[in-house]
């Protein structure tokens, strides 16, 4: 997960979503002695999950049905609901999840759905409290300025996948506000490829309480973790959609893995020129 401004590599993938996206979601929040107490129950309730935490570790018996539920409960701390729709979730082991990026949020997101490791940016494991998250989850990092690293990247993904570990993977490389999206890179897809693993496709989409799209669970631009975490807290309820796509057998061609999951992903949408918004 990125902030889209932070590299200047041209071949680094780069959103065209700035500050105005952010702006195109805004909701009203309600009266201030409303507000105020809403933000102290939910900061209550992640300072508890951020406590409890290290339960994620202990091996035992339904441990994804635990981690699935803390992400449940996350999401809840951050006023986000989430609803799943869409096939069903197949008990099959070495599988690389994808979905379109949004946010940091997109973690427990995916993680409320099918809990697994993460492909993440490397300054994610320094984050205050989700830090400590990310080393519990064993997240895998990505120095995206360090793009020799990125064949050790996809051999630890294709290696967890071999040995029946679940991996979620963002194939964008970076976020977008969810109005816009950009393209499935083929990287990672080779790590399926090499594994002989299939691919399953998540569709991610945040709303608003009457169905509209939301962008306030976006992080874009220059935004920073804090300004993220306050617009989320603030508002009333944010929805997050989960639609489970059919599962894609690897095949071959990373290229055609990519184009299948992006089109899963994307339905009617992946004929539009990438970074065009995806409603009015």
């Not at 409960?73 to 008990?91: A, C, D, E, Q, Y």
């Not at 993680?111 to 494991?125: D, I, L, T, Y």
């Not at 290696?159 to 499935?184: I, K, N, S």
């Amino acid at each position: 997960m990125t902030s889209p401004v932070e590299y200047e590599n041209a071949w680094l993938p780069r959103a065209s979503c700035d500050a105005d996206c952010l702006r195109s979601g805004d909701a009203a929040v309600g009266h201030s002695l409303i507000v105020a107490v809403r933000i102290a129950m939910r900061a209550t309730l992640a300072v508890l999950l951020l406590a409890a935490t290290p339960v994620l570790a202990i091996p035992m018996p339904g441990r994804s049905h635990l981690q699935r539920g803390y992400c449940r409960m996350m999401l809840r701390s951050l006023g986000v609901r989430i609803r799943v729709s869409g096939g069903p979730i197949r008990n099959l082991s070495g599988v690389l999840v994808v979905s379109g990026h949004v946010s940091w949020v997109d973690v427990f997101s995916v993680g409320a759905v099918m809990p697994g490791s993460f492909v993440a940016k490397a300054e994610m494991v320094g984050w205050p409290g989700l830090g400590l998250l990310a080393r519990l989850m064993k997240v895998i990092p990505i120095e995206r300025a360090n793009l020799r690293r990125l064949p050790h990247v996809v051999g630890a993904v294709a290696e967890r996948l071999r040995a029946g570990h679940t991996v979620v993977a963002f194939p964008e490389g970076t976020t977008w506000c969810g109005l816009a999206y950009g393209p499935f890179r083929p990287a990672m897809f080779q790590a399926a490829v090499d594994a002989g693993r299939p691919v399953q496709p998540l569709r991610l989409s945040y709303h608003h309480r009457d169905g509209s799209p939301s962008t306030l669970a976006a992080y874009i631009g220059d935004d920073t973790l804090m300004s993220s975490i306050r617009r989320l807290v603030t508002a009333r309820r944010t929805f997050v959609h989960v639609h489970v796509e059919s599962l894609q057998l690897p095949g071959a061609d990373r290229r055609d893995l990519a184009a299948r999951c992006e089109q899963a992903v994307r339905g009617d949408a992946s004929r539009r020129a990438h970074g065009h918004a995806l409603v009015a």
